[in-house]
């Protein structure tokens, strides 16, 4: 039977043992949860790095368009009925297309690992022996990133660190230290990423196993006997400064009971009032829990609520060895994605796929690291920003409209940028700003030699500079805005290979 949602908290302080950690006591009830405000420092970092990493790294495939990491669900789920327990039309393009690729992915497990073999054979080849968790800390430092991300536990339900519950629950050898690497990843990368000043650890935690015996058995069941105790271990020894729930999204909060786990997770965790928590606890995303949360797709207008837009370098988050360079988004593409997210007041979570041996691609590595050099130059105006009165400056035109799947599929931020269709308008300059500074962001040079920003009024003590270049730039204030004549510089003298900013200190 379904429990009743509203636990006293002394009864989760109980199951805790922790001292309470928090300046404020949260209850029970969305009205208490949804009072606590994003911690700050969240949303001064801006960008931070995802990481899908498990047993599905070691196949590393899925036909393009899919997710490598539900190449379990691929070849097994029942491909009959909905997420939500509901029969699909037979026939239909949502059937179709998972039979399509269920016949694909099963051709591939047959043709590379034989007919008789399992998913669970991937626990034993997931050795993870080139895993150098110092390095990928380096890296993902060097790529500018403020944050990490880390999959503790996908949709699989095996765990990156030795967790009792997921052997028990599934019969079997079910997490890194017991089967695979013989190793606590999470506790490894926890420790490298912990020694850097400038990034903070989070972890990934999907409440929810496609195909644990016990979720199987009694939704119920699953959630006292695994979902619970996992999160509250996770939370209790590895202190994560981010908190990445999934897996919600296709049953409600009667089902999740989120009400009954938030409180010990906002009153008892190590981090206090700094851990930050998303808003994907069942069918609340957008509307409850902490920041909200979108992938693939354009975020929110405005950053009056903290939000995050995830996407990978390739299609799929989890390493896809089928991906080619086509599917892999530019540096361009990447630093587009974060500069119009960040100028929507919004964070960029951006992911990558080590492979099963515990290797960053080095294509994604080259991806992070030449983003770091653009935030070296630019990153005053992406760190520790909010977005100004308005995210862009738009030319004359009519403004393209994409969907979902536009984003999901192409990256028409381009398109509004510098290869619009005939007769759009682009965006000449994206803004951001920080005290009394704003940021003019611009996705092309102007070919005239002067920019124009609309709506802008300076002060006396106002300077306008660009980035990465020394000395002042001349302006005119207009009618219609600031005039700025553009610094001239040989090509060996743009700051940045992509975008350049221009700074308009002391706005009125």
Known sequence: MKKILSVTLASLLALSGTANATEQEYQANWQSIDSRETPQWWRDARFGIFIHWGLYSVPAYSPHGQYAEWYWHHKDGNKNVRFDGQPMRDGSPAHKKALSVQKDVQGYQNKVYGEDSKYEDFAEQFTAELFDADHWADIFDRAGARYVVLTSKHHEGYTLWPNKHASESFGRPWNSVEIGPKRDLVGELTEA?????????GLYYSIWDWFNPKWLEDKDKYIDEVYFPQI?????KYKPSVLYTDGDWFLGEEVWRPLEILPWI????PRGDQLVINDRWGKVRGKHGGYYTTEYGKGFPNGDHAWEETRGIGHSFGYNRHESIDQYASTEDLIFNLVDIVSRGGNFLLDIGPTGDGRIPPIMEA?????????KVNGEAIYG???????AQWSDGKRAKYSKKDYHYGNPIKEMTIAPKPGYAVKQAYFTKKADNVYAILPRWPESGKLLIKDLKL???SQVTMLGVAGALSFTQTDKGVEVIMPNLRPSQVPSLYLQTVKFSSVK
Do not use: P
């Open 193 to 201: 990423v912990n020694k850097k000043a400038n990034v903070k650890m």
């Open 232 to 236: 509250k271990e996770l939370i209790t």
């Open 266 to 269: 906002l009153n008892e965790n």
């Open 367 to 375: 991806r992070l690291l030449e983003m770091g050099d653009w935030l």
């Open 385 to 391: 920003t909010r977005d100004w009165i308005k995210d």
């Open 459 to 461: 002060s006396k003590e």
